[in-house]
């Protein structure tokens, strides 16, 4: 059985572009969360999508944004990145609506700004 | 004051001794715990799950609620080398089903 698969794993992008990274969640899982890791913050909830819907929103600027298709497949976007954006990206599946069935991680994606 | 507090060590014990992890969380509306094991380089992977109070061992894994006072804990008995990874404590409840996590705690188990 395939786990959650992000895409890339590894990312540089310099200050001002923007980004878009990929999340395949385990087959038959309608939700998927995103995650920010940093040294500093350590683990920060980004956003939530069950159903193609956003559920939950963590305190991020505006700058970063998702979406989730009819295949429960994600992305998210961040634009004008600055350096404090460079962290671990993990996105996370769920079953289904509800903390009581566990989320999965991803192996994540390491986005460098420079 | 965050929602959840962990002692991010490092933690360092010599193989075969017995870990205690702990974390403090602030929220009352946590009803579930988790305890997820990282590896360098890896995503988190989850190593227990617990609802409200009590406790739940899984193999040479022990985690442990105390809900009144807001005290979750994970032992890890027999430690071994493969063991040595980050450990975070995660809480979810409320409205929101978002993942609350400590900022994890560095073992190193030495062989």
């Known amino acids: 059985k395939a786990g959650v698969t992000q895409t890339p794993r590894y990312l540089i992008k310099t200050r001002g572009q923007q980004v878009t990274l990929s999340c395949s969640p385990i087959?038959?899982?309608?939700?998927v969360s995103w995650y920010q890791q940093t040294p500093g913050q350590g683990l920060q909830f980004l956003f939530e999508y069950f159903s193609e819907t956003q559920r939950n929103k963590g305190n991020f600027p505006g700058r970063f944004s998702g979406r989730q298709f009819s295949n429960s497949r994600s992305e998210m976007n961040v634009s004008t990145l600055e350096l404090g954006d460079s962290a671990l990206y993990l996105c996370a599946s769920s079953l289904a609506n509800g903390p009581n069935y566990g989320y999965t991680f991803g192996s994540g994606t390491r986005l460098t700004v420079v | 004051q965050k929602e959840v507090e962990q002692d991010p060590g490092p933690l360092s014990v010599p193989e075969g001794a017995i870990v205690s992890l702990n974390c403090t969380y602030s929220n009352s509306a946590f009803q579930y715990f988790m305890w997820y094991r990282q590896y360098s380089r890896k995503g988190p992977e989850l190593l227990m799950y617990t609802y409200s109070s009590g406790n739940k061992e899984d193999g040479r894994f022990t985690a442990q609620v105390d809900k009144s006072s807001k005290y979750i804990s994970l032992f890890i008995r027999d430690s071994q080398p493969s063991d040595s990874a980050t450990y975070l404590c995660?809480?979810?409840?409320?409205?929101?089903?978002?993942?609350?996590f400590g900022k994890g705690t560095l073992l190193t188990v030495n062989p």
């Open positions: 087959s038959g899982h309608r939700s």
């Open positions: 995660a809480s979810v409840g409320g409205s929101n089903y978002k993942l609350t």
